[in-house]
């Protein structure tokens, strides 16, 4: 009895954990990934805030490639872009206690998200390196990459020539407008309105050529968005 018992909770157990958290905010309905979302008040604003979840998705120092650049956001439910423009404003300001001294506030989008969360596009920021007084920490403030395959560690190779990461005037604890047009094989990120881009993708890397949208932190991020808007474009 005891054995029927148990089996029967397991199963139970199976199909809550398989039915996706989700949370309601500028009326969308957003599926959780791997992060804890909550609706907040952020100087006399709702805002949505994300945290990456490090229960449901372990941190590893010692295998960070593997361990970083993962499908930790939220995502529009119901939502298939092939090509599109969406936008949308972000503030960021590292967790404290930090469980990472390398923290970078990083925080950012993801595209063309897929059902399973197994395949998107992403560009995320990382504010802390945008002031730094390292010009080499400054040239990888912007970042792109694709999950699962190419993410930011092997993007960085010689190979790639830095295209995947740029500089950009950022910082902690600021709002940051972020505008990403993607088209076919190309997404262009706009930074607070400015008339050109501040960072051009010519070839992403992603097998996806449609999904969901996504707002997305990292590691020790505390992270806010306001105001998202999205736009479907043939």
Same mark, same amino acid.
Request: glycine share 6%; aromatic share 12%.
């Given at each position: ?7 029967? %909770?397991?199963?139970?157990? *199976? ?29 006399? !604003?709702?805002?949505? &805030? ?13 295998? %960070? ?16 872009? !092939? @090509? ?20 970078? #506030? ?12 197994? *395949?998107?596009? *992403?560009?995320? %920021? ?7 007084? @390292? ?21 960085? @190779?010689?190979?790639?020539? #830095? ?20 088209? !076919? ?19 992403? &890397? #992603?097998?996806?050529? *449609?999904?969901?949208? #996504? ?18 474009? !043939?």
């Amino acid at each position: 009895m005891k054995k029927i018992i148990l089996t029967a %909770l397991l199963g139970l157990s *199976s199909i809550v954990n398989s039915v996706a958290q989700t949370i309601e905010w500028q009326g969308r309905e957003f599926e959780i990934s791997a992060v804890n979302a909550s609706i907040v008040q952020l100087d006399g !604003e709702e805002a949505l &805030k994300i945290e990456r979840d490090l229960k449901a998705l372990p941190f590893d120092l010692k295998n %960070l490639a593997n361990t970083v650049d993962e499908p930790t956001y939220v995502k529009v439910k119901n939502l298939n872009i !092939e @090509n599109g423009v969406f936008e949308v404003k972000m503030l960021s300001r590292i967790q404290t206690p930090t469980p990472f001294k390398a923290a970078q #506030g990083f925080i950012g989008v993801a595209f063309r998200a897929n059902e399973d969360d197994t *395949s998107y596009e *992403s560009i995320y %920021l990382r504010p802390n390196a945008g002031r730094s007084e @390292n010009q080499s920490a400054r040239n990888h403030t912007v970042q792109y990459y694709a999950y699962p395959d190419y993410k930011f560690d092997k993007l960085r @190779n010689p190979e790639y020539g #830095g295209q995947y990461e740029t500089y950009a005037d950022v910082g902690l604890d600021e709002w940051i407008t972020m505008r990403v047009e993607f088209k !076919e094989k190309v997404a262009k990120l706009y930074l607070n309105d400015q008339e050109y881009p501040s960072f051009i993708v010519n070839e992403m &890397k #992603g097998d996806a050529k *449609s999904g969901s949208i #996504g707002l997305w932190v990292d590691i020790a991020t505390e992270g806010y968005f306001k105001d998202l808007k999205i736009t479907k474009i !043939e």
